[in-house]
């Protein structure tokens, strides 16, 4: 199953720089792992802002669920999944 999702990262200006950037290094290890077992298809930054939209393949809903609430900077985003079904006048076979 495919899915959107768009994810808005907001950090506090006051929260700690040390923690925040072992946050992101935990989320870019997590991320690309994802990227590399073929569950986070992919991630795109939006432009100017501290924001992706990602394109994930996952089993169920459960699934995706369980992958977005372990992002180490789940706690900062405010995230809107969409749910994809294949174009029927898509010419590729895949949508890589
Ligand atoms: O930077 C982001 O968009 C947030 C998050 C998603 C993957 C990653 O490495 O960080």
Do not use: C
Request: net charge negative.
């Amino acid at each position: 199953m495919l899915f959107m999702v768009e994810m808005d990262v907001n950090i506090p200006l006051d929260f700690d720089a040390e923690e925040a950037a072992r946050l992101k290094a935990e989320e870019k290890a997590y991320s690309q792992k994802l990227q590399a077992d073929g569950t986070w298809r992919h991630i795109w930054r939006k432009t100017g802002l501290y924001s992706n939209v990602s394109i994930f393949d996952v089993a169920s809903n459960e699934a995706l669920h369980d992958v977005l609430m372990a992002l180490p900077l789940y706690p900062f985003m405010v995230m809107k999944v969409t749910p994809l079904n294949r174009h029927p006048s898509a010419i590729r076979d895949d949508d890589t």
